[in-house]
């Protein structure tokens, strides 16, 4: 190998807390322009922040969940830049003591395992938004002063694949952690990538940034597009330059944007309108007893529990919202496996056939449990069972009505069963002698005409009992 790529990741993740995080101000996404802001995120001249107590919770959990260590004391700073998304020209962050540090997360890809070690998470608030137009740019405040963390790896990765699977279990990790809804559509989740190359065994290269990833496959395309254009570089007899660059996925292309800053150049130095913060053991272990249940944890679980398989485990963990409408349904219906069946199957089917996003994923568990009771006690067959499924995810109808209202309740009358078993054994004579003969495949045949006979209402299970005794008489 002629060439090594070392890769470390920034992800910055927009905290799922009701306000921001030096102020009282909604961090609800959307909303009217600039409607959203107060004195206190829009950088008034004495307007003083007060710390959201919530952000620093979250961040404890995060931290205490990726093995790193809380400090007991911490404290923010100012990083100062000019840019027309920032009001205040500086934006409060923590560089000297970050809140954690030194932490792990562990990631599998093609079967090797690996530990990515976390360097630091720290607090920070996030600036506005710009917004180009035909009529020049304008300046959106609602998302300044909205939490964030920052997540910072060391330079543990060696490919764009290992990337992207960290990506996918620190996202799976903050969602059922319940601290960021991590819509990457909508900025909550965003990853910057930091690349170098070198000659294995070698120093550090000279890095690049690599910013507007906003989908995991993008991150991890960057990354390979990225080392293979430093490596051209290099090779030609080139430098590689220290800068921030910005990628187009759709041309599948980065494009320079700004030298690469160091932190000396935002001048930092300590936030003198916020108060060094005391983080007691006792909150901390607190905390620790709250972390719910992960991903990981609940697939060992339901495949040792439920008897599942690895792969029906997977998918149902691979969203926090998936996993709790199965455990609605299971607990409701008290039928896990056809649960797991359900959800796994007609439920996936709907979601990719409409374009619903876990995130967005609304559907009544005692609806979905109450036909799983219709299916198995045999009150509908699998088709029908299909079709009221749809109904109940598509516009919310209730089982039992829309059962009733479309005929798809089976018969599971013994004498209508048995006369029309009767008839078609009076009316197939030649069939009868064939099965009586040896020629089990006419069973299938004689059922058919039963369930023809029947309007399809007929009950598979009682009609093929019904047959056999018949037959057997």
Not at 5 to 17: C, D, K, M, R, W
Not at 82 to 93: C, E, G, I, R
Not at 233 to 239: F, K, P, R, V
């Amino acid at each position: 190998m002629r060439w090594e790529t070392v890769i470390g990741l920034e992800v910055h993740a927009e905290l799922s807390t009701k306000s921001k995080i030096f102020c009282g101000c909604s961090t609800e996404f959307g909303g009217e322009p600039n409607s959203r802001v107060c004195p206190v995120c829009a950088g008034m001249p004495g307007a003083l922040p007060r710390m959201n107590r919530a952000v620093v919770e979250y961040a404890a959990r995060l931290g205490l969940t990726l093995d790193c260590a809380v400090a007991a004391n911490c404290k923010f700073d100012r990083k100062n830049y000019f840019y027309p998304d920032l009001p205040k020209a500086y934006q409060v962050s923590q560089l000297y003591s970050p809140i954690c540090r030194d932490g792990r997360l562990d990631i599998e890809t093609g079967g090797v395992k690996k530990t990515i070690g976390i360097r630091e998470i720290h607090m920070e608030e996030d600036a506005g938004k710009l917004i180009h137009g035909a009529d020049g740019t304008f300046m959106d405040f609602n998302r300044c002063g909205v939490p964030l963390l920052e997540i910072v790896t060391q330079p543990d990765f060696r490919s764009g694949g290992e990337a992207v699977a960290y990506l996918v279990k620190l996202r799976e990790i903050l969602l059922y952690l319940g601290v960021c809804d991590c819509k990457m559509q909508e900025g909550s989740l965003r990853a910057d990538v930091n690349l170098s190359v070198r000659r294995p065994g070698g120093g550090l290269g000279v890095r690049t940034e690599i910013k507007n990833l906003n989908s995991f496959k993008a991150v991890g395309r960057a990354a390979e597009h990225e080392a293979a254009r430093q490596i051209e570089i290099l090779e030609s007899g080139g430098a590689v330059l220290q800068e921030t660059r910005r990628w187009d996925d759709e041309k599948c292309e980065s494009f320079g944007m700004r030298s690469k800053e160091n932190a000396q150049d935002y001048r930092y130095f300590p936030e003198p309108d916020l108060l060094p913060m005391e983080i007691s053991q006792a909150w901390l272990a607190s905390i620790k007893e709250s972390v719910p249940e992960l991903a990981h944890q609940k697939r060992e679980r339901y495949t040792r529990d439920y008897g599942l398989s690895e792969s029906e485990a997977a998918v149902l963990t691979g969203h926090k919202s998936v996993s709790d409408l199965f455990e609605s349904v299971a607990g409701l219906s008290g039928e896990p496996l056809e649960s797991a069946r359900l959800i796994t199957g007609e439920i996936m089917r709907l979601m990719n056939n409409t374009d619903t996003p876990p995130e967005s994923l609304s559907v009544d568990a005692r609806k979905l449990a109450a036909l799983i009771a219709f299916v198995l006690g045999g009150r509908i067959n699998r088709g029908s069972y299909k079709e009221a499924v749809e109904a109940v995810f598509s516009h919310n109808a209730d089982p039992e009505a829309y059962i009733i209202q479309k005929g798809l309740l089976m018969l599971t009358d013994d004498g209508a069963v048995s006369g029309a078993a009767q008839a078609v054994m009076e009316d197939n004579p030649d069939a009868v002698r064939d099965y009586h003969a040896g020629k089990d495949k006419v069973f299938g045949f004689l059922v058919g005409q039963v369930m023809k006979k029947l309007g399809g209402a007929g009950n598979p299970d009682m009609v093929r009992k019904t047959l056999e005794k018949i037959l057997s008489e």
